[in-house]
């Protein structure tokens, strides 16, 4: 079995598993332009940090900052590869305007 072969059967038979563990961030009313929300954006820093955790990745923290927390973890074995690095938002937009 070729490499595409294994990954796409992967994402086949992982696809729910990956779309519950989406869902349960998208879950998680991370509104960072609200201070009301405040809360919330700490608790998807965590859900994010257990992710990349049980994802295999080390050194995973949250570090605290003055707006709001930065995740990190790295995975460093892989000697003679190129280094990766993934950069994202985990704080969603405000609803309104409704209208739009």
Excluded: C, W
């Amino acid at each position: 079995m070729s490499i595409d072969s294994q990954m796409e059967s992967h994402l086949q038979t992982q696809r729910q598993r990956h779309l519950d563990e989406l869902l349960g961030l998208l879950r998680i009313p991370s509104i960072s332009a609200l201070s009301i929300h405040k809360e919330d954006v700490a608790i998807a820093a965590v859900y994010l940090a257990e992710a990349l955790t049980t994802a295999g990745m080390e050194n995973v923290k949250v570090f605290p900052t003055e707006g709001h927390p930065v995740v990190y973890g790295d995975y460093l074995h892989a000697p003679g590869k190129p280094t990766v690095l993934i950069y994202g938002h985990y704080d969603v937009q405000p609803v309104d305007p409704l209208k739009l």
